[in-house]
């Protein structure tokens, strides 16, 4: 019996060396995917949360150094604004107005004065927070509102149909507390002023109620085709509290332009908003209130937020004109539903008033006899007319 070439021993060495190498890269794959899915689900899905008190002190020193920086840049830029404004010679010019004059002339001092309750302003806004909610009882309005802005065009392509499950607008109402005019040295822009600066009314916000808004949806994985893979999720996110301090001011017109004048308010970096949320993740075998999924909700909450009403940035309301006008009154006896006024057909009675007076009868439907409806062509004097401006005894027959 021959014995094996020394080609054939070399091939059969390089096929076990290769096999070798394959079921040890196998191997080693197959581990790694296990460590990286173990790793995920321990610190993405079971992982702790931070304590909520941790949490908020770092945020709000994240919001404190981003308006420090943003302030900083705005008054390096306020330097080269142009001052220059023409004012028309008709108008008498008034004496320059700052804060101190309108504190002076309304009698409020800054550093004596007390802090009002506002009980009043809260009874105003917990009427229209009541009639609002009545009226989101009674029409689907807003829920059709919440469908078209989940399921419009911003919507990313890995979520499939959003559904809105749950929502409610709670019961309690925001009270509102000691409220402060504060003399602010920047305008509306974060830009400094030299005339004083403006003026701004502060006060604390509170509410603790339970507003929530539920929602259910799928992932969809659309790799390598679509619908490769579903994943049903569902979420529930609820206001528990919000507290802070809301920051109010006018902002006038400024020429040149026809500028409206603007109600700006925004909330100090100090607030805090404590949101509650509910997840549901899977079909059959589901995961409840995964502490990751929270985490990520309530930073693109608080970023949102952020984004839009926290100093240095602010919302502005335009006001309508303050000038009283005709078309804005309302009450009296104007506004009293009056019975309509018949059309009259203005011809159709002028050749029935003619025909009448050709025949010497009163028109019909009317109460003018024929003497009275000739009065326009003249008087009658025994069976003849006079002549308008003709002398007397002068007849026309």
């Keep these: 019996?021959?014995?094996?070439?020394?080609?054939?021993?070399?091939?059969?060495?390089?096929?076990?060396?290769?096999?070798?190498?394959?079921?040890?890269?196998?191997?080693?794959?197959?581990i790694s995917v296990?460590?990286?899915?173990?790793?995920?689900?321990?610190?993405?899905?079971?992982?702790?949360?931070?304590?909520?008190?941790?949490?908020e002190t770092a945020r709000v020193s994240a919001r404190r150094r981003r308006n420090l920086?943003?302030?900083?840049?705005?008054?390096?830029?306020?330097?080269?604004?142009?001052?220059?404004?023409?004012?028309?010679?008709?108008?008498?010019?008034?004496?320059p107005l700052t804060t101190e004059t309108i504190l002076n002339k309304t009698y409020y001092n800054v550093k004596s004065h007390q802090p009002e309750s506002l009980d009043w302003f809260n009874v105003l806004v917990a009427q229209t927070i009541a009639q609002f909610r009545n009226d989101a009882q009674h029409d689907d309005a807003i829920l059709s509102s919440l469908d078209s802005l989940l399921n419009g065009s911003q919507k990313p392509d890995f979520l499939d149909e959003i559904r809105v499950t749950e929502f409610s607008l709670g019961e309690d109402?925001?009270?509102f507390s000691n409220c402060r005019i504060i003399p602010v040295e920047e305008d509306s822009e974060?830009?400094?002023?030299?005339?004083?600066?403006?003026?701004?009314?502060?006060?604390?916000?509170?509410?603790?109620?339970?507003?929530?808004?539920?929602?259910?949806?799928?992932?969809?994985?659309?790799?390598p085709k679509p619908?490769?893979?579903?994943?049903?999720?569902?979420?529930?996110?609820?206001?528990?509290?919000?507290?802070?301090?809301?920051?109010?001011s006018f902002v006038p017109s400024s020429p040149p332009g026809p500028s409206p004048t603007t109600l700006a308010f925004s909330f100090l970096d100090d607030y805090r908003l404590d949101l509650s949320v509910r997840s549901l993740v899977g079909s059959r075998s589901r995961l409840q209130d995964v502490p990751k999924i929270a985490q990520l909700l309530e930073a693109r909450l608080h970023n949102w937020f952020d984004e839009r009403c926290v100093e240095?940035?602010?919302?502005?309301?335009?006001?309508?004109?303050?000038?009283?006008?005709?078309?804005?009154?309302?009450?009296?006896?104007?506004?009293q539903p009056s019975a309509p006024i018949p059309e009259r057909n203005l011809e159709?009675?002028?050749?029935?008033?003619?025909?009448?007076?050709?025949?010497?009868?009163?028109?019909?439907?009317?109460?003018?006899?024929?003497?009275?409806?000739?009065?326009?062509?003249?008087w009658m004097q025994d069976g003849h007319y006079t002549m308008p401006g003709s002398m007397p005894g002068m007849m026309v027959n």
């Excluded at 790793?39 to 949490?55: E, L, R, Y």
């Design 190 to 223: 974060g830009q400094s002023r030299g005339d004083g600066g403006r003026l701004q009314a502060r006060m604390d916000v509170d509410l603790s109620d339970f507003i929530t808004l539920g929602v259910e949806t799928k992932l969809l994985l659309n790799y």
């Design 69 to 95: 920086s943003q302030k900083q840049s705005r008054a390096s830029n306020a330097q080269h604004r142009d001052l220059n404004r023409k004012r028309s010679g008709i108008l008498k010019s008034p004496p």
């Design 312 to 335: 240095p940035r602010f919302q502005q309301i335009i006001l309508p004109s303050l000038w009283p006008r005709k078309q804005n009154t309302r009450g009296g006896e104007e506004d």
């Design 34 to 55: 296990v460590i990286l899915l173990g790793a995920f689900i321990k610190f993405f899905i079971f992982g702790d949360a931070p304590a909520a008190d941790v949490t």
């Design 227 to 248: 619908f490769t893979a579903v994943l049903p999720i569902a979420l529930a996110v609820s206001v528990v509290r919000f507290s802070g301090t809301l920051s109010i």
């Design 348 to 378: 159709h009675e002028a050749r029935v008033e003619l025909e009448a007076e050709r025949a010497g009868m009163p028109a019909s439907g009317s109460s003018v006899t024929g003497d009275e409806s000739l009065r326009r062509r003249g």
């Design 173 to 175: 109402f925001p009270i």
């Design 1 to 30: 019996m021959t014995s094996p070439t020394p080609l054939v021993q070399g091939v059969a060495s390089a096929q076990s060396t290769s096999s070798l190498s394959f079921s040890h890269g196998f191997i080693l794959g197959q």
